[in-house]
């Protein structure tokens, strides 16, 4: 009974209490003039559309109710729901956004308009990798793509969604072949060896190889490298951003010497669940053929050649003219080769959503592309992207977890035919036999479809994962480690069967070939972390510390195999009567570090960025696994002095210096060592072991000193922004192959060389806005590059070997050859430069003209247009280059295969004025000598300086009010659809002289919101 009492006495205790609360609350603590009575009664439900000027819905804004915490979010159609009252402020906010205020009032539906703050830079975040940092209070040189800007384009490749946008960035394709690779320079080329200047890729956090995966034995139909970045689909990334300067990349130390290029995939955003469909069919082509003679004129070079050459009977294998081959025939090889279409389907969807402590996004995409060529080839790509982020309700502890896999099967030709199409004569049999068979003429020609009898075949396997762990146990002090996995398997293998040989010669299958590709990659990364930061006041400090521990092992096992019984058992390798092991190797590579960073700001206008990293490779040997990097930024936002406030039209300006050293140790692994190769010979039934590598502990690490200095300036509130920096960098301690005596028994030994390189220029970016308003918008943005390479210093280059390849002050990309001094009006004969006056062209003494290959400047421009639903971006790359001319691989006009027809200004007779000297079928040594000199001289480099449209992207929105609750957009892609050149050639891009060129493509598509 007592008991009841108790219970009685409390909850009346409490019940007064209550009371007592409102009643205080209602006299003195509801500054919004209504007691808890009115909340109770006029709380309900409301929706809300947020949209930008333009009518775009913002995804991912918060909304808050002012004086609370209670709040959420904004979907894919720019819509939220909350429960609030009449008198509720919402308070709405969102990166690159003015923050808006607005009271709830007796309405259920509001529809919000955020109004872009152009000046509020500071509400603009940049990835810097380890840490992130306020637009205004950066100190380094990053640049930045978008996934709005990737979307756009329909590709297959990282780095082709980066050409023509970053400035200091150079990007070409290798080829147009399915699933081949980029080349990227980040200001220029930092080392002599081609392989060491390779840029340092994140992914989520996580280092990711583009170690080249192909083989020697395997790697014909795919010309270049295979690049590992093609397992990384485009639509899934939310950002790239690229480092540059020694402020941004010092951090990462010696695997930041040649610039770091940031991936952030796409992630969850609280609200409730969204999916996402896209599918897109388009076509590629090649856009341009080069113009070739046809029969007739063909046909009379060739017998002009005879001629010259004093030739009056045409020899028996002259098949071509001798009456053998139809004098009439035509055809245009090029249509035939590579005139096809390529078929191209991507097709995307994800889901996403959560709550406001747990989001997710799982991402699926896939990808076919069939190739130019005649016959049934695909590249197809599937991947799979998640992540999920989870914080706890106090926001101090968050899990973080990516995770992408893709899937790729290529399928091509085994060997490269791009020769074929001017090696052969227009002229030539027809490809098949009445009964379906390869024609082969009597004998009389290499039937160019005989390569479809080859094959190849690559398969790749891609994992990247990374996991992120944060404690945050006190207001600016976090704890972070980040785990990450990366797996890579690739398998690719050639088949050549023997009936690619004529019939004639009675090669069976016991001479047919199967070349096979096996790599597997493995690496992990822990990467513990702890920042701190504080604010005194007009004083902000920031600290951050941390460290890197990475392993990673890859094998590679290349074997050819031959003698089979029968074709139909082509690459089953207990088959083969004959096996050779070509390559079977294991690497390891550990690396370990210590980074640190200190940042402060003083006024919030004066800026100082000190980065620092300890690195340890085991690349290295004992005493020199270790080497120190580091650097300082500093920054001054002059456009908040006071004494510039009366400078109406400066809105925003800011100068930014810094200085610092990087390093490089892309030099394989161990390279310091005496190393011993498996010969394949035997003694006494015995495997022998040869010495292939030299001993060298002081094999040590390249260092790169990089300087830079810019100015940022924003005016009209930032509708025109300028950015102007300039650069320098130099790289000493190369790491390269020292020559030594062939009495060593070695050709050269692994060393550190004396040499230093620079790199400097200019690089400019100005963005403006034209109009924009609530209906339409204009904006365009333009970036150009002026960079310059030169070897500064080489000791002892004049007795080296490397005395051909390269020159003091000159580019590390040249050639030295033969001065053209052009056509001897009277003899027809090229003319050239004899540097020592001896009466003798030879290639020690008077190879002195250099001729460069690097471009002199590139750049790129893009607009984006809006009107209401419709969207128009499109982007023109220009670079300003030379490349060697259209004849240079085409051999001498008169020898069997076609010419351009350009050759036809030749010289005929004394006091001809012609460009070209008279034809040859090779029999006239002294027209064959000249040729060849001319071939390796500066006549054979032509201006290849283009401009390319290289990407158009126009959207049309449908209203929201033809497909209730779903967002569709229709859309039309092009790449490289207009070029503008003089360049005689295949393509003014293409790395490659004899590889298919970058396509034509043009796609169109549905993509779906909901």
Not at 44 to 72: M, Y
Not at 223 to 231: A, E, F, K, Q, R
Not at 277 to 289: D, E, K, Q, S
Not at 527 to 548: H, I, R
Request: charged share 20%; with cysteine.
């Amino acid at each position: 009974m007592q008991k009841r009492y108790i219970i009685r006495d409390k909850c009346i205790l409490l019940f007064t209490l209550l009371i007592f609360s409102i009643g205080t609350y209602s006299l003195f603590g509801n500054t919004r003039g209504v007691n808890f009575f009115d909340l109770a009664v006029y709380q309900h439900r409301i929706k809300g559309v947020v949209t930008d000027s333009g009518g775009t819905p913002v995804q991912g804004a918060s909304v808050r109710i002012k004086g609370t915490s209670t709040g959420t979010f904004t979907n894919s159609e720019g819509v939220f729901y909350l429960e609030a009252t009449p008198t509720d402020v919402l308070i709405l906010s969102y990166i690159g956004f003015k923050k808006l205020e607005v009271i709830v009032g007796s309405s259920e539906e509001l529809s919000l308009v955020l109004e872009e703050d152009v000046t509020d830079l500071g509400a603009v975040t940049v990835n810097a990798g380890y840490y992130s940092v306020k637009e205004r209070e950066r100190t380094g040189s990053i640049s930045s793509i978008s996934a709005a800007d990737i979307e756009e384009q329909p590709v297959t490749n990282v780095l082709a969604t980066m050409q023509g946008r970053m400035p200091g960035v150079y990007i070409t394709q290798d080829s147009g072949v399915p699933g081949s690779g980029f080349q990227i320079q980040i200001r220029g080329q930092n080392s002599l060896r081609s392989d060491g200047n390779m840029p340092l890729y994140i992914v989520d956090g996580v280092p990711f190889t583009t170690q080249s995966m192909e083989s020697f034995y395997t790697g014909e139909a795919v010309p270049g490298i295979i690049n590992p970045l093609n397992n990384i689909d485009p639509t899934s990334i939310a950002s790239i951003e690229v480092l540059k300067d020694a402020d941004a990349t010092a951090i990462y130390g010696s695997r930041g010497a040649n610039g770091v290029v940031l991936i952030t995939t796409k992630k969850g955003v609280a609200g409730k669940t969204r999916f996402q469909i896209g599918y897109t069919y388009g076509l590629g082509r090649v856009a341009n053929f080069m113009d070739l003679m046809d029969t007739n004129t063909y046909l009379e070079m060739r017998r002009e050649a005879y001629a010259n050459d004093g030739i009056i009977t045409y020899p028996a294998n002259a098949y071509d003219v001798n009456g053998t081959w139809d004098q009439n025939r035509y055809t245009d090889w090029q249509e035939v080769l590579i005139g096809g279409t390529s078929d191209i389907i991507d097709a995307t969807g994800s889901v996403s959503g959560g709550s406001e402590h747990t989001q997710f996004l799982v991402n699926g995409n896939y990808h076919k592309e069939t190739t130019v060529y005649p016959g049934d080839y695909a590249y197809n790509k599937f991947g799979l992207n998640s992540s999920i982020n989870h914080s706890t309700h106090d926001e101090k502890f968050k899990v973080h977890l990516t995770a992408g896999y893709t899937i790729q099967n290529n399928n091509l030709p085994g060997l490269s035919f791009m020769t074929d199409i001017y090696q052969l004569a227009p002229n030539a049999p027809a490809l098949y036999q009445e009964d379906g068979t390869l024609n082969w003429e009597n004998s009389s020609w290499e039937n160019p479809y005989s390569v479809f009898e080859t094959s190849y075949e690559s398969k790749t396997n891609s994992l990247i994962s990374n996991l992120l762990l944060s404690y945050e146990p006190i207001d600016g002090l976090e704890f972070k480690t980040s785990l990450g996995y990366t797996n890579n398997q690739f398998f690719d293998q050639m088949l050549r069967p023997s009936t690619v040989y004529d019939p004639a010669y009675e090669i069976t299958s016991e001479f047919s070939n199967a070349y096979k590709n096996q790599v597997h990659f493995n690496s992990w990364i822990v990467e513990p972390q702890v920042s701190y930061k504080k604010e005194f006041s007009a004083f902000k400090t920031q600290l951050l510390v941390g460290g890197t521990f990475q392993k990673q092992v890859s094998s590679q096992l290349v074997h050819s195999t031959s003698g089979y019984a029968s074709n139909s058992l082509l690459g089953n390798m207990t088959a083969a009567s004959f096996i050779n092991i070509a390559t079977d190797d294991q690497t390891e590579y550990k690396y370990n570090a210590i980074f640190g960073r200190l940042n402060t700001s003083l006024f919030n206008r004066y800026f100082i960025n000190i980065t620092g990293r300890r690195d340890g490779s085991s690349r290295f040997g004992p005493g020199r696994q270790f080497a120190n990097f580091g650097a300082i930024g500093i920054a001054w936002l002059f456009s908040e002095e006071s004494w510039l406030e009366n400078l109406n039209f400066l809105s925003y300006g800011k100068l930014r210096a810094s200085y610092g050293t990087t390093g490089n140790d892309q030099i394989g692994d161990y390279q310091y060592l005496d190393t011993y190769t498996i010969s394949g010979n035997s003694y006494n039934g015995i495997a022998v072991m040869e010495p292939s590598r030299l001993f060298n502990p002081s094999f040590s690490w390249e260092e790169n000193k990089k300087l830079e200095v810019a100015m940022e300036t924003g005016f009209i509130k930032d509708r025109l922004f300028l950015t102007v920096a300039y650069f320098k960098n130099r790289s000493s301690n190369q790491l390269v192959g020292i020559p030594l005596p062939g009495t060593t028994g070695f050709s050269s030994i692994q060393a550190n060389l004396n040499a230093t390189i620079e790199n400097k220029g200019w690089e400019f970016t100005l963005r403006s806005e034209q109009f924009k308003n609530e209906d339409f918008s204009w904006s365009t943005t333009f970036n150009l590059s002026v960079n310059r390479n030169r070897l500064v210093s080489f000791p002892g280059l004049e007795t080296s070997t490397y005395s051909n390849s390269y020159v003091i002050g000159e580019p590390l990309n040249i050639s030295k050859v033969y001065q053209y001094e052009g056509l001897d009006s009277q003899t027809g004969l090229y003319q050239f430069k004899d540097f020592n006056d001896d009466d003798l062209l030879t290639r020690e003494n008077d190879r002195e003209a250099i001729i460069r290959f690097d471009p002199d400047f590139f750049g790129g421009i893009q607009n984006s247009i809006r009107y209401k639903g419709l969207s128009v971006d499109f982007l023109f790359q220009f670079v300003k280059q030379d490349r060697y001319t259209g004849e240079h691989s085409m051999g001498m006009a008169g020898r069997m295969g076609n010419q351009l027809n350009l050759l036809q200004d030749r010289w005929k007779q004394p006091g001809d004025i012609a460009t070209f000297q008279p034809y040859s079928s090779g029999a006239n040594s002294e027209l064959r000598s000249r040729y060849l000199n001319y071939s390796q001289s500066n006549a054979v480099l032509d201006d290849a300086s283009f401009i390319r449209l290289k990407n158009i992207a126009i959207s049309y929105q449908l209203p929201r009010n033809i497909l209730h609750g779903v967002t569709c957009s229709i859309v039309l892609k092009g790449q490289n659809l207009l070029t503008f050149t003089d360049y005689e050639g295949l393509d003014p891009e293409a790395n490659f002289t004899n590889s298919l060129p970058p396509l034509q493509v043009l796609t169109t598509g549905i993509q779906l919101h909901f």
